[in-house]
């Protein structure tokens, strides 16, 4: 199965409380996946994580990552789009 360009997952990662509210959280992300769709993408899938402290090797757990890797595969999705804090 080749993968379709400009296929999108957006993926939310919110750090130790950051957006500890899940109606912000949302609409952050939401806000994302129409600054993607501006840009072309067409997003297929969208996800939420939140984490007790940031992971410098991956951002998102590695469950996380499984999950999005086998959506995007299943929804021939070619990128992933991450709304991330990196100033903590």
């Known amino acids: ?4 360009e400009n296929r999108a997952i957006v ?7 950051q957006y500890s509210n899940k109606e912000i959280a949302e609409n952050s992300l939401k806000e994302l996946i129409e600054l993607s ?5 067409e ?3 969208e996800s939420i994580q939140f984490r007790k402290k940031f ?5 998102a757990g ?5 999950e999005i890797a086998k959506t ?9 789009v991450l709304d991330l804090n990196l100033s903590g």
């Open 1 to 4: 199965m080749d993968l379709k």
């Open 11 to 17: 993926l939310g990662v919110y750090i130790n409380s």
């Open 37 to 41: 769709e501006t840009t072309g993408l």
């Open 43 to 45: 997003v297929v899938g």
């Open 55 to 59: 992971n410098p090797t991956y951002a």
């Open 62 to 66: 590695s469950g996380k990552l499984l």
């Open 72 to 80: 995007a595969k299943n929804l021939e999705a070619d990128t992933i």
